[in-house]
Each structure stands twice: as structure tokens, then as C-alpha cells.
């Protein structure tokens, strides 16, 4: 059993810069894909960023390209979604995944195995 602790969420204005952060609890991230979904009211978990294992390769939602970026720090058990110039349409639910039975598609929900209870996001513009 892994427990992920999503927190950074809040209320944010537009245009502003929060940065997310995830930890695990009970288990060591090191060597697993991790990955930021997030879920408006009403709509489906969609995909927004996700990061390898080693941290070199990323995958971004194209609603999230050229604002958000991933990164991750094993020492410190934690992985980042800095998100620049917010917009209201990013209100959300932000949930963090991690694939350790299942690896696969970074961009799949399916594919993570553990998630975290989520940061709520809200954007007053």
C-alpha cells in the first residue's frame, strides 16, 4: 500500500504561479512513473502531466504545454507540477498518481496503481 499526500492547492488568482507538490508516505518514489491528473466538477479525471522514472522524460497535456511543468526529487520522495499563468479553466481537483505494478502509458489512468485523496485548485479571476 503506498499513501500519496497531495498539498499547494488553494485559491489562486488568475495568471498566478502555484506549484503543487506530492509525497508519498509509506514508500520511496524512486524507480517508478508518476503522474498529475486532475478532475473539474462534473467532468471526467483527465490527464494534465506525468514524469519517468528517471525523471528525464515528460509528457504534458496540451492544455498544460508551455505552463505547467513536472519534475520530480527522489531524495526528498516528493514530485512537483509548477503551473504558470493559471487560468480559470484550470479549477480542479489535482490528483497525483504513481505506476509501480502497472507501468505503462504515462498518459493513462488505468495505469497508475495508487493515488492520493487530491489538492482542490481554484482560480478567482
Known amino acids: 500500500q503506498v499513501q500519496l499526500v497531495e498539498s499547494g492547492g488553494g485559491l489562486v488568482q488568475a495568471g498566478g504561479s502555484p506549484r503543487l507538490t506530492c509525497t508519498a508516505s509509506t514508500r520511496s518514489f524512486s524507480g517508478y512513473p508518476l503522474g498529475w491528473f486532475r478532475q473539474a466538477p462534473g467532468e471526467a479525471r483527465e490527464f494534465v502531466a506525468a514524469?519517468?522514472?528517471?525523471?528525464?522524460?515528460?509528457r504534458l497535456a496540451d492544455s498544460a504545454k508551455g505552463r505547467f511543468t513536472i519534475s520530480r526529487s527522489d531524495p526528498k520522495n516528493m514530485v512537483y507540477l509548477q503551473m504558470n499563468n493559471l487560468k480559470p479553466e484550470d479549477a480542479a481537483v489535482y490528483y497525483c498518481?504513481?505506476?509501480?505494478?502497472?507501468?505503462?502509458?504515462?498518459?493513462?489512468?488505468?495505469?497508475?496503481?495508487?493515488w492520493g485523496h487530491g489538492t482542490q485548485v481554484t482560480v478567482s479571476s
Open positions: 498518481g504513481v505506476q509501480i505494478y502497472n507501468t505503462g502509458d504515462l498518459r493513462s489512468e488505468r495505469m497508475y496503481d495508487y
Open positions: 514524469i519517468d522514472w528517471s525523471g528525464l522524460d515528460t
